[in-house]
């Protein structure tokens, strides 16, 4: 059965007239004639009755017509859909993040919990500075941040002042993470001490690295310095964990960077004689609603950190 000469016979039905339906068809009335004949045909039925007023449905031929109407209007739905989908808004999500490797976890599961064609997601790696500016002008969505003991106070005020609420995922220790080619790889803690002969790396500095940088030379034997003499500054996390697999650079870290990088060939140290811990801070505008997007990141984000 032809999908047009099913429509030429719901057209004809409803102008009661093959001639009026040929004219809104532009097809012509010859044209039309003979694929009713086909249609009732194949279907070995008489749909039409001629009269000198036009046509008019036979009694097989008024089902036949209140299927296929049904039939089309399901069909236009189905295409309408198909538009709407076509040209729907795409899903926004960002987020600016200081101080981990974001899972590949978290990024699989908001993958799969946010159900549409289209996604749209940037991930800022950023200093903490930055995640807080970032989240008050709305460049991101949402912002993690990890700060230790004296950066807190600061992150707290600044935060205050950008109108933004935090909340503490958790608490760390202070971990170094070498790769296979450092000569600690074995070790299960190191100090500053032993640091001092190999590269840090570490993101860009800003206003709130100085608290970092007064921590890391709290002992007698780097108290001279104003970080660690040796360094590599970078701003890719992929970049920085390739450097790590490849050379004896060291990198300051925390329990979830420890624990997303350890099927990396990256090992984590205990980094001893300090007390120092690190505060996992997660960043959103005060008084402003979730977005659907941003809800389950933020909770998937706290289920797989929590557990850590």
């Not at 289209?118 to 008050?136: C, N, P, T, W």
């Not at 993690?144 to 958790?170: H, T, W």
């Not at 971990?175 to 600690?184: A, H, K, M, T």
């Not at 001893?272 to 979730?290: A, G, Y």
Request: with cysteine; charged share 25%; net charge neutral.
């Amino acid at each position: 059965m032809r999908y047009d000469s099913l429509r030429y016979f719901v057209e004809i039905a409803e102008k009661g007239s093959i001639n009026k339906a040929a004219e809104s068809l532009y097809v012509s009335q010859p044209n039309l004639s003979t694929a009713i004949r086909k249609l009732e045909g194949e279907l070995d039925v008489k749909l039409l009755d001629r009269t000198s007023k036009g046509v008019q449905l036979t009694e097989i031929g008024k089902s036949i017509y209140f299927s296929a109407k049904r039939a089309f209007q399901e069909l236009d739905r189905l295409e309408t859909e198909k538009s709407l989908r076509v040209y729907s808004y795409p899903m926004h999500f960002s987020a600016s993040i200081h101080g981990i490797f974001l899972s590949e976890t978290v990024f699989g599961r908001f993958y799969r919990e946010t159900d549409c064609d289209r996604r749209i997601i940037h991930v800022h790696e950023v200093g903490v500075e930055q995640v807080l500016s970032d989240v008050a002008s709305s460049r991101s969505n949402l912002g993690v941040a990890v700060v230790n003991d004296l950066q807190l106070p600061s992150f707290k005020r600044v935060a205050a002042i950008k109108g933004l609420q935090y909340e503490c995922i958790g608490k760390s220790g202070i971990f170094v993470l070498v790769g296979r080619f450092s000569p600690l790889y074995l070790q299960r803690e190191t100090s500053i001490e032993h640091l001092l002969e190999f590269p840090q790396v570490h993101l860009p500095y800003d206003y709130f690295s100085t608290w970092e940088c007064q921590h890391r030379i709290d002992t007698p034997a780097a108290a001279h310095l104003d970080s660690f003499p040796r360094s590599v500054v970078m701003n890719h996390s992929h970049s920085m964990i390739n450097l790590l697999q490849n050379s004896d650079a060291f990198l300051l870290s925390n329990k979830w960077g420890a624990d997303d990088l350890q099927r990396e060939n990256v090992h984590a140290l205990r980094l001893s004689e300090s007390d120092v811990r690190w505060h996992l801070m997660l960043v959103r505008r005060q008084r402003e609603s979730f977005s659907s997007a941003s809800a389950i990141f933020y909770r998937l984000f706290c289920e797989h950190y929590r557990e850590i």
